[in-house]
């Protein structure tokens, strides 16, 4: 029995870690969303792309001048960039994580490290997207910021690129 504790222990911290992840990383979609087709790949945490038309009618709405929308596109380049690299990290992290797990010699010391590794680096995701946000509201109007936010589904977000 004392031989089968440590292998069901790391099964079990895998399988928390692992559905921890999963919930953290996969925003649960409505039902209807999912049978129109919009559900993202298994495993992707996706946000839902506006459709060209949809992002259009936005940016004629808030009738953005050429300096606003060149703004807005750069700031929105640069802030996927950074996403892309943070989710990357933290994919890695997750890897590590999870063959650490695994190793019959398992170091605490190094789970509890990238542990704290993949928190910090979701947090620094949603630093960026508060941040992101307060970029956007310094180039849009008080008028346009607040047309943009009745407007969107679920509050500010960086959705007004051409």
Do not use: W
Not at 141 to 161: I, N, Y
């Amino acid at each position: 029995m004392k031989k089968f504790l440590p292998v069901f222990l790391a099964a079990a911290v895998i399988a928390v870690f692992s559905a921890a992840a999963f919930a953290a990383e996969e925003p649960q979609m409505p039902a209807k969303m999912k049978m129109m087709g919009r559900e993202g790949a298994p495993g992707m945490m996706q946000q839902r792309q506006k459709p060209a038309a949809e992002k259009k009618n936005m940016m004629e709405e808030l009738d953005l001048s050429a300096d606003q929308k060149d703004k807005l596109k750069s700031l929105r380049l640069e802030h996927r960039k950074q996403v892309i690299k943070l989710k990357s990290d933290i994919e890695i992290k997750e890897i590590d994580l999870r063959d650490e797990m695994i190793k019959k010699d398992l170091n605490k010391g190094t789970v509890k490290n990238l542990i704290d590794d993949i928190t910090g680096i979701k947090g620094e995701l949603m630093r960026l997207k508060v941040e992101q946000i307060l970029k956007m509201r310094e180039v849009l109007t008080g008028e346009q910021f607040e047309k943009f936010r009745d407007m969107s589904d679920h509050g500010p977000s960086m959705d007004l690129d051409e």
